[in-house]
């Protein structure tokens, strides 16, 4: 899509907003799913290169703007496993896309999302399980290696998460701060790369705008959402990532 000959009520642009918005909302609401939702609608008018710059762009605003707010309930001595672990998963991530196939590797993925969200989903009381820095470094890891992978920069942490039984704040301030640390290195290395084009940077200055308006409205909603319908959300965008990985 070429914006710079795109008419301001163009069916394209429009589209393009309409699912920046829906995806913020739903990331707003739940903390993650921002590039589930709007790339399934981006790829059909934009580029996957587009796609996939505007998703880390996005994302770090969308993930950071709700660890702002979120600030004060974030333990530092809880995330910084998370965090290291994420830092060495990443370019692994990347390099595994050197040399695996990418349709194989995401649908083993998808497979196991699907499963797991619907065990979870039928079976609501799951016994939590417990954990260290270690394991919670170990966690972060396949974390930053799946979004190197995919680009789904919080699915791994958001499942460690529920598995613990935190409650949903709790969640929030461990696998958004991760869902950053994943897009800001992901962001340097598209900058390193030189692939950002300028149709790229007017696309994300039209959508800036209504992300931060569904960022804002998906913030209030969360807000009265409780701990039980909080993880029906997370499971059953789980579910659809899963599947949207698999076809």
Known sequence: MNVFSMDVFSLD???FLIATFAGALVAGLSG??????????????LTPLQTATLIVAFGLIVQGYSVWKL?????WSKLWPFLAGAVIGV?????????????????GIGVFLVLYSLYALLRP????????ATVDAGIGFLNGVLGGITGLAGIVVTIWCGLRGWPKDRQRTIFQPVAVATFAMSAVWLGVKGVVSADTIRMFLFGLPVLLAGTWLGMKLYGRLDEATFRRVVLILLLVSGAALIY
């Open 91 to 107: 370019p692994v991530g990347i390099s595994i896309l050197g040399w695996a196939d990418p349709a194989h590797v995401k649908t």
């Open 32 to 45: 993650f799913a921002f590039g589930l939702v709007a790339a399934s609608i981006w790829l059909y008018i």
């Open 125 to 132: 009381k799951i016994a939590s399980v417990g954990g260290g």
């Open 13 to 15: 642009l429009t589209t």
């Open 71 to 75: 600030r004060h309930a974030l333990d």
